[in-house]
């Protein structure tokens, strides 16, 4: 029998798959990896730098500088005497504040022969971006030994792509664009949308270009031996181009933009230990939270990753927020306000949308504006709304902070009656979720690629479909808002709930455990037929505390098998299941706050050894990674000696709630908790991994006062010790 070509093996594979399998997906052409991008990111604005600094930005490439889902500059290229510079070496700063790349001279031919030797100019690029703005400041050194006289140009142009067509969406038809010069040293870039809005970038150049087009800047130089120059450029659009664009401005806006980003950071307790590798990623991973978090009138809120998410995600915004409770209350606080204040109030089908429910996404680009695509404020996602009452019920345990919960009291309410009306529409007690207009997201939980959610023969789940960790965190929604009804003084609100989630959990356990693959199922389909796949989703089921102890300790043991522990991390689905793919989005790759969430809940039922387990993978997977940065996902193919994990093509990084896991990860083996109620920091059956001989936790704080924590493995125990103490707050541990 002839192997077939591959024309053929993708035609058999498309008779074989659901039609609408490719919406809303990203196309891949070129991975992220390939290019190792930089990013920046302030407010509504984010650049996306390949590590030269330039900008090469193209429909499935993401570098370009962004604004509200809008690629406002998509190139922006750096020429020495028409070559491209050598490229020495760039970075990140720690604080995510300023990005630099050191870059110099290739050798520069004339007629056949060397008239520039390689490595004689010295090209150092400072960028930071703030307040709608991307700066860059440019310092030329001469290192030869003669005066050279050089031209340097900057070529730039804006393509005004939505973020979905830099993802791969093609249009039917675009807006005009145009550009004209506005003075000796600024050009302004305008395109006039279909949506009735007019975008516009501008550029300013100091000093003054020798030579200024609608595409290129250039500047003839004349450098003595070891003298230097500087050469300053502004991209944006918050405000006109300003006639006294100076370096001093430069400098000084700099300095304006680390503060801020160190002010908000310096909310955080701090973590630092005895492994210089882990310091880094703790670094890399509260620097990146802290730049994804977004000043919103009702407080920050983290958006959801970088390039592909960098807007208000519900699902997202609150899952990072329970990770980070320790660390930050003043998150949980923002994400909640926020999505209060974005509750749907009615029934509107394009938008998924149905009195009560939470938040989704919000975009606010052309596209979303036009309702090319449903996402200008979008409802389709099934877990946010219990997730909101979940995390209001863990802030309040974490805080005691009534006065937020009574203003939050009529949207708790709101949301319980969602849960209730629209996510049970069968009355069987169990919430499910089933789109209403065919443009809606197929899948609306967390997994919501197409083929996320299918039986053990690889069929497709048809809905309305109950997911397993839905239930769970249904569960855990009725519990907290029956704490919160009684601390309100509703009592009897507050037995019924209790009893709600009681008997939720009863029917959850008769229906979706599978006792012959020892888990919980991945789901129940719309005929209430389980679908029998070993799933990280019931892992999350721990987080909430609806699995009795025995089937937690048989879960634990089963996500912990080869078939689904990676080395790596836990799998997305385990090995043996008929969509297993290690390359996929959502079928067989690791995410690394699905990790953190399933470690939690391993430390909810006592077992610290898995949860460190856990930890030790995904610190070993950090280790491997740029920056030390956790992505939002990567492969999940086997651990091989020697080797690091296998990337994903088109992974966002950073994102919010990867960034949060390597912090949930510690909380998770130290058995953390910060109680402001009664002034309690409390660690439960403590436990380090060999990777950590000791750990400092620094400013814990309560209302009542802070502390500082050593934590020593002292074989195989931790011990506990109180290095310093401000205030009334007492340190409780339990073995």
């Not at 038809?173 to 975008?199: F, K, T």
């Not at 204040?341 to 009560?356: I, L």
């Not at 719309?526 to 102890?549: E, H, M, W, Y």
Request: glycine letters at 8%; charged letters at 25%; one cysteine or more.
């Amino acid at each position: 029998m002839s192997t077939p070509s591959i024309v053929e093996a993708m035609a058999s594979q498309a008779r074989h798959s659901d039609a609408t399998a490719p919406q809303f997906a990203i196309a891949v052409s070129a991975t992220v990896q390939e290019r190792r991008t930089r990013t920046l990111k302030n407010g509504d604005s984010f650049a996306v730098f390949d590590q030269r600094g330039d900008m090469g930005g193209k429909p499935g490439n993401p570098e370009g500088f962004y604004h509200r889902d809008t690629r406002m500059l998509s190139q922006l290229r750096l020429l020495l005497a028409e070559e491209r510079p050598l490229l020495l070496s760039s970075m990140t700063q720690d604080d995510n504040a300023v990005f630099t790349a050191d870059l110099s001279n290739p050798d520069l031919m004339v007629d056949g022969k060397i008239a520039l030797r390689r490595e004689s100019i010295h090209l150092n690029r400072m960028k930071f971006v703030w307040n709608g703005a991307c700066y860059e400041r440019l310092l030329v050194k001469n290192f030869s030994d003669c005066g050279l006289d050089l031209k340097l140009t900057y070529c730039f142009e804006s393509d005004f792509a939505d973020l979905f067509e830099v993802r791969g969406e093609r249009r039917r038809a675009r807006g005009e664009s145009r550009a004209a010069l506005e003075s000796e040293h600024g050009v302004a870039l305008r395109y006039a949308g279909l949506d009735g809005i007019e975008r516009v970038t501008k550029l300013a150049f100091s000093p003054v270009p020798s030579t200024l087009t609608t595409t290129r800047a250039s500047f003839d130089l004349s450098l003595k031996p070891r003298a230097t120059r500087r050469i300053f450029v502004r991209v944006g659009f918050a405000d006109s181009t300003q006639s006294d664009w100076t370096g001093r401005l430069f400098y000084r806006r700099m300095r304006t933009a680390r503060h801020a980003l160190n002010e908000s950071s310096a909310r955080a307790a701090s973590v630092d230990s005895s492994n210089s590798v882990y310091n880094e990623i703790v670094r890399r991973s509260v620097s990146d939270l802290y730049m994804l978090i977004t000043d919103t009138p009702q407080g920050p809120y983290p958006y959801a990753g970088i390039p592909w998410f960098s807007t208000p995600f519900g699902r997202d915004g609150i899952i990072t927020a329970l990770m980070t409770l320790w660390l930050d209350p003043t998150i949980a606080r923002g994400v909640l306000g926020f999505l209060a204040a974005t509750q749907a109030t009615k029934v509107e089908p394009e938008r998924d949308a149905e009195p009560g429910k939470i938040l989704h996404e919000m975009r606010h680009g052309e596209m979303a504006n036009l309702q090319e695509v449903p996402f200008g404020r979008y409802y389709g996602s099934v877990d946010a709304t219990p997730l909101f009452l979940l995390l209001l019920g863990e802030y309040f345990r974490r805080t005691g902070d009534l006065d937020t919960v009574r203003s939050l009291w009529p949207n708790a309410k709101a949301a319980l009656g969602w849960i209730d009306q629209y996510g049970d529409r069968d009355g069987d007690g169990l919430v499910e979720y089933h789109r209403q207009t065919r443009e809606g997201l197929a899948n609306q939980g967390w997994k919501d690629s197409f083929d996320a959610i299918f039986h053990r023969d690889g069929r497709l789940a048809e809905g309305p479909i109950a997911l397993c960790e839905v239930q769970g965190y249904v569960y855990g929604a009725k519990r907290h808002a029956a704490v919160l009804a009684e601390a309100l003084g509703y009592t009897r609100c507050a037995a019924e709930l209790a009893s709600q989630a009681e008997s939720l959990r009863e029917k959850f356990e008769s229906q979706f455990w599978c006792e012959e693959l020892a888990t919980y199922a991945l789901a129940l389909d719309g005929n209430k037929q389980p679908c029998r796949v070993v799933s990280s989703n019931a892992g999350q089921v721990l987080f909430t505390g609806i699995a009795s102890p025995e089937r937690a300790a048989q879960l634990a043991h089963t996500l912990l098998s080869p078939a689904t522990f990676a080395g790596w991390g836990i799998r997305t689905v385990g090995s043996a299941e008929s969509r297993y793919n290690p390359m996929s989005y959502h079928n067989g790759s690791i995410w690394p706050h699905d990790n953190a969430l399933i470690a939690m809940g391993f430390s909810r039922y006592g077992m610290q050894s898995s949860a460190v387990r856990v930890f030790a993978a995904l610190f070993d997977a950090a280790s491997y990674m740029d920056l030390r940065r956790l992505p939002e996902l990567f492969c999940g193919f086997s651990r091989r000696q020697h080797n690091g994990p296998t990337q994903y093509p088109v992974a966002c990084s950073p994102q919010a709630w990867a960034s949060a896991a390597p912090l949930c990860l510690l909380q998770a083996s130290l058995g953390l908790e910060l109680l402001d109620r009664t002034g309690e920091v409390k660690f439960y059956r403590p436990v380090l991994p060999e990777f950590l001989d000791h750990v400092r936790l620094r400013n814990l704080r309560l209302r009542t006062g802070s502390v500082d924590v050593l934590l020593q493995r002292q074989d195989a125990n931790v011990g506990v010790t109180v290095t310093r103490r401000d205030g009334d707050v007492v340190v409780v541990t339990r073995y």
